[in-house]
């Protein structure tokens, strides 16, 4: 077997030789059940480290590409036609919120693309070591009773310990004003079962969370989008909206706003509460980033100042940890944390009361801490670096918000660019972001563009930021373009 | 701390030290933040062995009551109070589905109370040590990307092992007739949504799962019950139903019903089939326990011989291993299963990666058949404990099902007996049993019961017995009270 590597490239060896794999079990040279060769001797093949060849072979065995049996080898996996479907043809069927995800989360099975469409954190620093510690503290308290059910409201540890969480963004909540779920997706499905009947109107941000987007339509909720700019929502724009519309909610990202990156000012913090308190005005907060700050602290919760009640708060662990735990928290009122622990025991009666208690064990015990503090600085450094390269590579005419936190930044493109193509294109280029389009309510042909930075290492991120540059000069994009104005990355008004 | 253990006594020691613990701390005797003795202190004490007193403290600790702290020692919960409310006046307040599933999930944090309301496994049964060891293989093989978001249709490797799993029960089908679920409510929650809109009917064994039909309540659809016998479904009364009601579907568990534990005849299997096909019912099959069969094979799923894809099939790893992983799934046809897929990324995104893939490697190695085999005599035994028991205790008048499979027996009481007092008396006395009237669709003051036998051992079930026929006898049962006839625990034609 025959591969080349280059060792001058900034691409680690065993992402290379795990891409050349890929090639070429794509390509049917190495057909399903095909035994690879041993880690040793590929290794000495190629005058590489074993740990090189075992990456390689782990990065592929993680999304099922091969199989590994102790004392067999590996191999090709058996149901390997099913999996290398080639993504040209199988992504960008459907450029809606929903089709969108389905594209995202079937990415991940892809490891040889350019992950800019996922705003997941960094696998490769995923704190494995002390979460299997946690779950074995857990497991050692707790016992055999940690595989049982448990109440569909969550564990009461994990509540105890969520409640001194939420006290670090300036949330004063008890265990009882706090309901577990399935990440914040969950408690967004919840809430909107709860509050807002198919036909009811909730208001967004535009553009806001796809994931939030495909849970109003999946319910037949309509979805009113409300203009931000750099300094976050535009309070005046909600106001005169609030007019004409009476939503059963508005649903924001006061800090570090997906997929923008901005961050709500104090002033329009404030402004906004007075807002929805003098309009009675519900508001479902989603902190999902506001841990993640990559200049200084970041502001408090909007929920820190709601003196009267108004906002409802959401987050989780899926960016601040791993998004594979599944753990995610609302805090409300009592009375509707009650309501909401009904519905959650009428949908999966509750979430695995292991990964609840060895959550809790793992914050106790500072490792969640620790991991923050560890990976902000990284997120930093790849945010910076696409930045770099965005100036570098991007035609004239295009532009891009500077996000202080979060994962992502959305870029504007000039008029008449064909994102969905753009898109396609640049999956087969190997590159994967996300079109603006599914961010949007009610909008079409969006001339922006979503991209993650959370994902890939900086040089993998300048490397698609090259292809992305190319693929734009040859679309539409030209340096002749006009710059668009400041806050131009407001879609729709 | 003075304790009286009886070594005379059929409950072993630990648990009643345990109940000794629990019930000081319950008085008030041990407040928040005591510190308890240490094992070893404890152990020399009552001249009992360091284990029978370390597994007390852990039976506390995995319901939170004590909390342990390496070096420091084990103390009594600091949020005690929110625990330990006294259980007469915290149960029972609502005898609907909703209301006695929270009951049900909340005796979970109760580990003195005899757990026959609970069709659960039975905990110190679980297999704990293999379970890490998949997990460790998993991640081993998988690496730090099974901490990632995946499809929400399920994992590819997961969803083929299911497909050899479900042909044992004799049903055929691909990976992408597969969906995982949250356990067989998620998959019956998914169901509800997709195919019974608000104000529809879904016919329902009379009496069924009481999930069921807290799901049919909360989204508004009407349950309506079509009687059962020793036999199963009555098939003319389901057809004399269908002249007059258009059900978007039947909702049925063919094998080992909850909570009668009766198996539906090969008769009367095939009319059901015949009937769906000739009249477009679409059927929803609960194997949930189509495993737990104490009497030689059990029956293929009805599934197995549906030619005209009328069945729609879920089963779940709840019953047949631990109810902690929530995994379950669903078989239907492709297209059906893309819009469960839909709703489910609309729901929580995906179920744990590590969990799913985890499960696989469980599977493959053999050790969800061990564990089946090694449980189905223990759980057969606690069956024969408890029909005995019956026997001896019950007064004339009560009659039960005496099920072949599955976790539980359906009580008959004489009619007029105040089956919500007897529940929050029973409580009282440390024995929990769930009311029968959750179990039916439409029907108030039913008179009967459902036994679980799954958790308890069966010392445990016979002492609880004894319980419940003096509270039978003081309560409106006596001998004297004529015999019901066959088929009596059918509540309602």
């Given at each position: 077997?025959?591969?080349?590597?280059?060792?001058?490239s900034r691409?680690?060896?065993?992402?290379?030789?795990?891409?050349?794999?890929?090639?070429?079990?794509?390509?049917g040279?190495?057909?399903?059940?095909?035994?690879?060769?041993?880690?040793?001797?590929?290794?000495?093949?190629l005058?590489?480290?074993?740990?090189?060849?075992?990456?390689?072979?782990?990065?592929?065995?993680?999304?099922?590409?091969?199989?590994?049996?102790?004392?067999?080898?590996?191999?090709?996996?058996?149901?390997?036609e099913?999996?290398?479907?080639?993504?040209?043809?199988?992504?960008g069927?459907?450029?809606?919120?929903?089709g969108?995800?389905?594209?995202?989360?079937?990415?991940?099975?892809?490891?040889?693309?350019?992950?800019?469409?996922?705003?997941?954190?960094?696998?490769?620093?995923?704190?494995?070591?002390?979460?299997?510690?946690?779950?074995?503290?857990?497991?050692a308290?707790?016992?055999?009773?940690?595989?049982?059910?448990?109440?569909?409201?969550?564990?009461?540890?994990?509540?105890?310990?969520?409640?001194?969480?939420?006290?670090?963004?300036?949330?004063?909540?008890?265990?009882?004003?706090?309901?577990?779920t399935?990440?914040?997706?969950?408690?967004?499905?919840?809430?909107?079962?709860?509050?807002?009947?198919?036909?009811s109107?909730?208001l967004?941000?535009?553009?806001?969370?796809?994931?939030?987007?495909?849970?109003?339509?999946?319910?037949?909720?309509?979805?009113?989008?409300?203009?931000?700019d750099?300094?976050?929502?535009?309070?005046?724009?909600?106001?005169?909206?609030?007019?004409?519309?009476r939503?059963?909610?508005?649903?924001?990202?006061?800090?570090?706003q997906?997929?923008?990156?901005?961050?709500?000012?104090?002033?329009?913090?404030?402004?906004?509460?007075?807002?929805?308190?003098?309009?009675?005005?519900?508001?479902?907060?989603?902190?999902?980033?506001?841990?993640?700050?990559?200049?200084?602290?970041?502001?408090?919760?909007?929920?820190?100042?709601?003196?009267?009640?108004?906002?409802?708060?959401?987050?989780?662990f899926?960016?601040?940890?791993?998004?594979?735990?599944?753990?995610?928290?609302?805090?409300?009122?009592?009375?509707?944390?009650?309501?909401?622990?009904?519905?959650?025991?009428?949908?999966?009666?509750?979430?695995?009361?292991?990964?609840?208690?060895?959550?809790?064990?793992?914050?106790?015990?500072?490792?969640?801490h620790?991991?923050?503090?560890?990976?902000?600085?990284?997120?930093?450094?790849?945010?910076?670096a696409?930045?770099?390269?965005?100036?570098?590579?991007?035609p004239?005419?295009?532009?891009?918000?500077?996000?202080?936190?979060?994962?992502?930044?959305?870029?504007?493109?000039?008029?008449?660019?064909p994102?969905?193509?753009?898109?396609?294109?640049?999956?087969?280029?190997?590159?994967?972001f996300?079109?603006?389009?599914?961010?949007?309510?009610?909008?079409e042909?969006?001339?922006?563009?979503?991209?993650?930075?959370s994902?890939?290492?900086?040089?993998?991120l300048?490397?698609?930021?090259?292809?992305?540059?190319?693929?734009?000069?040859?679309?539409?994009?030209?340096?002749?373009?006009?710059?668009?104005?400041?806050?131009?990355y407001?879609?729709?008004?």
């Amino acid at each position: 077997m025959q591969f080349e590597l280059d060792r001058g490239s900034r691409e680690p060896l065993y992402r290379q030789l795990a891409g050349s794999l890929q090639q070429r079990i794509r390509s049917g040279a190495l057909p399903a059940r095909t035994r690879l060769p041993t880690v040793r001797q590929l290794a000495q093949q190629l005058g590489v480290t074993r740990l090189t060849v075992h990456s390689a072979y782990a990065e592929l065995q993680s999304v099922g590409w091969v199989e590994a049996t102790v004392g067999r080898g590996t191999f090709v996996a058996e149901r390997i036609e099913q999996l290398i479907a080639p993504p040209e043809a199988e992504f960008g069927r459907e450029v809606t919120p929903g089709g969108m995800l389905s594209d995202i989360l079937r990415m991940t099975q892809l490891p040889g693309l350019a992950a800019l469409a996922r705003a997941d954190p960094a696998p490769e620093h995923y704190p494995l070591r002390n979460w299997q510690r946690a779950c074995e503290l857990a497991l050692a308290s707790g016992g055999p009773g940690l595989m049982n059910y448990t109440t569909a409201q969550g564990d009461l540890t994990l509540r105890s310990t969520l409640a001194e969480v939420v006290r670090e963004r300036g949330v004063t909540a008890g265990p009882d004003e706090l309901l577990v779920t399935a990440g914040v997706t969950n408690g967004l499905s919840l809430l909107t079962a709860l509050l807002a009947p198919p036909g009811s109107t909730v208001l967004v941000e535009q553009p806001t969370y796809l994931g939030m987007l495909n849970i109003l339509a999946a319910r037949g909720v309509r979805a009113v989008g409300v203009p931000i700019d750099d300094d976050g929502l535009i309070i005046e724009a909600l106001e005169d909206l609030l007019r004409v519309e009476r939503p059963a909610f508005l649903y924001c990202m006061p800090t570090f706003q997906n997929p923008s990156g901005v961050c709500l000012t104090p002033a329009r913090r404030a402004s906004l509460l007075e807002l929805a308190t003098r309009r009675a005005l519900t508001i479902v907060e989603d902190d999902i980033y506001g841990r993640l700050a990559y200049e200084g602290a970041p502001p408090h919760a909007l929920k820190a100042d709601d003196h009267s009640g108004q906002v409802i708060y959401l987050s989780s662990f899926s960016k601040s940890l791993m998004p594979g735990l599944r753990m995610g928290y609302v805090v409300a009122a009592p009375s509707m944390i009650k309501q909401l622990t009904l519905l959650r025991q009428a949908q999966d009666v509750c979430s695995p009361l292991l990964i609840q208690r060895a959550l809790s064990v793992f914050i106790e015990q500072g490792w969640w801490h620790t991991h923050l503090r560890r990976m902000l600085p990284r997120y930093r450094e790849r945010r910076d670096a696409l930045l770099r390269a965005m100036e570098r590579q991007f035609p004239m005419g295009v532009t891009w918000s500077r996000p202080r936190g979060g994962f992502s930044s959305w870029v504007s493109l000039p008029p008449g660019v064909p994102v969905t193509e753009l898109y396609v294109s640049a999956i087969g280029r190997g590159v994967a972001f996300t079109p603006g389009q599914v961010f949007c309510a009610g909008a079409e042909d969006v001339p922006h563009m979503r991209l993650c930075f959370s994902v890939e290492p900086p040089e993998r991120l300048a490397d698609a930021t090259v292809t992305l540059g190319a693929l734009l000069r040859e679309r539409g994009g030209s340096r002749s373009l006009p710059t668009p104005a400041i806050g131009e990355y407001v879609p729709v008004v």
